[in-house]
Structure formats: C-alpha cells, structure tokens
C-alpha cells in the first residue's frame, strides 16, 4: 500500500494550495481518510478527516479556510487551503484508517504517506 501526496509548495499569506494523495495497492472506499501536520518543533497536529460516506471533520484552526474531499473512483483524497497562513507552513501528512476518531486522535493510524511540505510566507 501506498500513499502519495503532492501539491505542496511555497505561497504567499492568504494564498491558496490544494493537496491531493492517491492511494494505491487497495481500495479505501471504506475507509476514513484524512490529514495530519507538523510544523518544525511542534508535535502533529490533527488538520481534516473525511469517512467514507462524506462525513467531515476539521481542526478548529483550519475550519473555515480548509476544506477536505475525496474520490473514490480515484483512491484519492485532497485538501483544499485557502487564506493560508504562516503557522499553517508544517510537513503535512495524508493517513488512512478504518476510524476517522483514529485520525482525529492521532492515535494507531493504518497508513501513512510520506508529508508534503507547505512553506506560507507573510
């Protein structure tokens, strides 16, 4: 199984990005699917989680400027940023696991993809 993110990169404050991990070797159709971050000397932080029915969850400090999608078809979820700010810049990493409450807790997460960096300058 493999989780590939991309779309990160460096933006202006109040810009935007949008992030995209495929995942490949098995379909998660089923499964929650989500994305976490860590910026350089803080510990991860939960940012968004979509279940597999639609059902969405977001960090209070990303609500409203992110929003978190998914295609089942393409074994892909994304993450739209927008109003981007500095403290937003952290490795951002895409997981998967049967329980969005996993995600949201951080805690004994199935899959991992390798982070995405986001650098947002002010």
């Known amino acids: 199984v493999q989780l590939q993110a991309s779309g990160g990169g460096l933006v202006q404050a109040g810009g935007s990005l949008r992030l995209s991990c495929a995942a490949s070797?098995?379909?998660?159709?089923?499964?929650?699917m989500g994305w976490l971050r860590q910026a350089p000397g803080k510990e991860r932080e939960f940012v968004a989680a979509?279940?597999?029915?639609?059902?969405?969850y977001y960090a209070d400090s990303v609500k409203g400027r992110f929003t978190i999608s998914r295609d089942n078809a393409k074994n892909t979820v994304y993450l739209q940023m927008n109003s981007l700010q500095p403290e937003d810049t952290a490795v951002y990493y895409c997981?998967?696991?049967?329980?969005?409450?996993?995600?949201?807790?951080?805690?004994?997460?199935?899959?991992w993809g390798k982070g995405t960096q986001v650098t947002v300058s002010s």
């Open positions: 979509i279940t597999w029915s639609g059902s969405t």
């Open positions: 997981a998967v696991d049967p329980s969005s409450r996993s995600l949201r807790l951080d805690y004994g997460i199935d899959y």
């Open positions: 070797g098995r379909t998660f159709s089923s499964y929650a």
